[in-house]
């Protein structure tokens, strides 16, 4: 069978690409995609160099991508939780972006029957803010803060939500994210470089939030975390970022604050649990996926150029670009 795919060959060179499918491992399941999603914070920072790539396990020239959604095609002699014709959604480390994915049978999940894939395949990015609210352990009634109201966020504002935290706030830069913030739950939304609004809602709560999660992977995003922490409680980033940063020690020590990182790929049961609530929630109707109807593209060498350009530059204009591999 031929597999198409995205290709780089290269940093900051993406192209279409075709070869021929391999034999499947004996603990493989061979995915038919119809869907994958690029996911622009992660695919920027191991599309523009290899300073990130250790935790791909590969190099240039691959074929990217980690969330893909389908049908089973095929499954090794040793997967007995798969059968060819099953609706899933596979999380390969890479290989994603591709008609054909190749993925572990620990990392395929099947979706519920009343989900459509296109929704489905958001699931790399909503077991990110999933596992990330699970890792801060907050309970009823406690109150989050939510920095960067991307793909991320928007599932996180979500999942706070049916969590029953109070209250959910939200930042962002732009105004669009901002509404897409209060469309998702959130009983507070500000622009974080709104100084007078953040020091007055610090004072409302009474010194703070319970936990804040910076998912913007910006540098001000991480040091607004700290500054809206309440005394003993919790900052967690959860989004890549291997440069050096600048932190607001000072009132990280005096707050005496517990700092987390949040790399999901370091702790599997937490991500498998993260991965299964998401589906299930969103077969539930506690969340849905985001907007996209507009931002699926055709897997074409022009389209996958001008979208990878657009990853480059950090054009935000493209929100939850997906590849349609098949009807």
Partial sequence: MLRKSVYWSAAGVAEYHESETRPVKDDEVLIANHYSLISQSSEHSWFVNDKAHVVLGTTFPFIPGYSAAGYVEEVGKNVTKFK????????????????????????????????????????????????????????????????????????????????????????????????????????????????????????????????????????AGMNLAIQLAKPLGEVIFCTANNDDQTLRYGELFIKNLTLKGDFVNTEWDRQRKAISNFLWLLSAGKIKAPQHADTIYEPTDENIKMLYGKVLQHDNTINNPIFKWRE
Avoid: C, W
């Avoid at 009343?114 to 352990?137: E, H, I, P, Q």
């Fill in 84 to 219: 060819p014709g099953d609706k899933v959604i596979g999380a390969p480390v890479t290989g994603a972006h591709s008609n054909y994915t190749y993925v572990d049978e620990i990392n395929t999940y099947h979706v519920p029957d009343n989900v459509a894939l296109d929704d489905a395949v958001f699931y790399n990015l909503g077991m990110t803010a999933l596992f990330t609210l699970d890792k801060a352990a907050l309970h009823l009634g406690q109150s989050v803060a939510i920095i960067g109201a991307g793909v991320v966020g928007q599932i996180a504002i979500q999942g706070a939500k049916a969590d029953g935290l109070h209250p959910i706030i939200a930042f962002d830069i732009q105004e669009q994210r901002r509404q897409a913030a209060k469309d998702a739950g959130a009983d507070y939304v500000l622009d974080p470089n709104d100084s007078a609004a953040i020091e007055s809602l610090i004072s409302e709560l009474g010194g703070g939030v319970d936990a804040a999660l910076d998912v913007s992977g910006s540098n």
